[in-house]
C-alpha cells in the first residue's frame, strides 16, 4: 500500500521543552490512521507541522512523495479540537467564504454544500448565524467545512467533542465513507472505543516519542496473551452439580493451566465461566479436549486486548 503521508525523524522543540523528538510514521493511502497519546504526548504539535502552522526543527514531511509545500493546502482538510467559525456570520456565508479559500469556485462550493446540507440534516441552517447553533450543530458545519474541497488527506482532531450519541454515530459513519471513497484520515482521538470501530492504523505517543505503530489488527495479535474466555455447561443444573464442577475444575487445572479464581455463573443457573491462560508447552485444543470431558463447551474465544489495555500497558510502561 502506498503511503499519502509520511514523517521522517520530524523533530519540534519550543525553548528547551521538546515537543516531538525524532518521530517517523507513514499513513498508507486510503487508510484511518489513529494518532494515540496523553496530553502532551505531541499529538497536536504534528498536526501543526503537517498543517504548516509550524515548521520542523530537524527532518521532514512528504505528501503523496514530495516534500510538503505551501501548494499541499488544498489537499488537505483540518478540523481542530478547538473550533474557529466566526460567531456572527451566517452559516452559508462562512461555509462559502472558507471553501473558496480551499481554491473552489462560488458555485461549486454552493453546490456542493447544499449537498452536504441536506445528507446532514442542516436545510434550514444557511441563514442562521453559528452563534445561534448548539455546540453540536456548530461542529456539524465545521465537519462541513472540512470535507467540502475533497481534500486528499483529513485530520479530525477529537471530531465526536460535544456530539450527542445519535450524531457522533452519522459523522463516523461520514468519516469512514470518506476513506471508501478514497480520502486518506488523520483520526487524533482519546476514545479507545472509535478507534476500535475505525482506524486501520495507529501509532501511539507518550513523552514526545512514537511509542508504538502499524496496523491495528497486527498489534492487537501482537499483544495476545494466549487467555482464553470458556462457558461450560453442566450435565444438570442442580447447584450441588455447578458447585463440584467448579470445585473439580480448579482442583484439576491448577497444575496445568493458569486459571482466573473468580468462576461466576452467566444467566443460566447450569452454565459456569472461566477465563484460561494456556501454557507455551500447551495449545487451545489440548484445553478444549480436556473440558469437553468435564461438561459441554458452549462458549470457547480467545481473549484479544482493546486498544486501550494496550495504551495503558504501553504508558505505564514507557
Not at 22 to 47: E, M, R, Y
Not at 51 to 59: A, F, H, L, R
Not at 65 to 85: A, S, T, V
Not at 140 to 162: A, R
Amino acid at each position: 500500500m502506498n503511503d499519502l503521508l509520511a514523517a521522517d525523524h520530524v523533530s519540534k522543540k519550543f525553548g528547551k521543552y521538546t515537543a516531538l523528538n525524532d518521530l517517523s510514521i507513514s499513513v498508507p493511502q486510503g487508510s484511518v490512521f489513529g494518532l494515540l497519546g496523553p496530553n502532551g504526548a505531541g499529538k497536536t504539535t504534528l498536526i501543526r507541522i503537517i498543517n504548516q502552522i509550524t515548521m520542523p526543527d530537524e527532518g521532514h514531511v512528504y505528501l503523496s512523495g514530495e516534500p510538503l509545500q505551501h501548494k499541499h493546502i488544498i489537499n488537505i482538510g483540518y478540523m481542530p479540537e478547538e473550533r474557529g467559525l466566526y460567531k456572527s456570520m451566517k452559516v452559508g456565508e462562512q461555509v462559502l467564504y472558507l471553501a473558496q479559500l480551499k481554491g473552489m469556485t462560488k458555485a461549486r462550493a454552493k453546490e456542493k454544500s447544499l449537498y452536504w446540507f441536506k445528507r446532514l440534516g442542516m436545510d434550514d441552517w444557511w441563514d442562521k448565524k453559528i452563534q445561534e447553533l448548539s455546540k453540536g450543530q456548530a461542529q456539524k458545519v465545521q465537519f462541513i467545512v472540512t470535507v467540502l474541497h475533497d481534500p486528499k488527506l483529513l485530520i479530525f482532531d477529537e471530531p465526536f467533542s460535544g456530539f450527542d450519541p445519535i450524531n457522533a454515530i452519522l459523522i463516523k459513519d461520514e468519516i469512514l465513507k470518506l476513506r471508501d471513497e478514497g480520502a486518506t484520515v488523520i483520526f487524533s482521538t482519546h476514545r479507545m472505543e472509535s478507534v476500535e470501530e475505525m482506524c486501520d492504523h495507529i501509532a501511539l505517543m507518550n513523552k514526545s516519542n512514537k511509542i508504538l505503530d502499524g496496523n491495528l489488527a497486527t498489534i492487537k495479535r501482537n499483544y495476545r496473551s494466549n487467555t482464553f474466555e470458556i462457558g461450560i455447561e453442566t450435565h444438570d443444573d442442580s447447584r450441588s452439580s455447578l458447585e463440584s464442577l467448579q470445585a473439580t475444575l480448579l482442583a484439576e487445572m491448577a497444575d496445568n493451566w493458569e486459571v482466573e479464581p473468580a468462576f461466576f455463573k452467566t444467566i443460566h443457573e447450569n452454565d459456569l465461566k472461566l477465563k484460561v491462560k494456556i501454557p507455551e508447552s500447551m495449545t487451545a485444543n489440548d484445553l478444549l479436549m480436556y473440558l469437553t470431558g468435564k461438561g459441554t463447551v458452549n462458549h470457547f474465544i480467545e481473549v484479544i486486548p482493546t486498544v486501550n489495555e494496550i495504551f495503558i500497558e504501553k504508558i505505564n510502561a514507557n
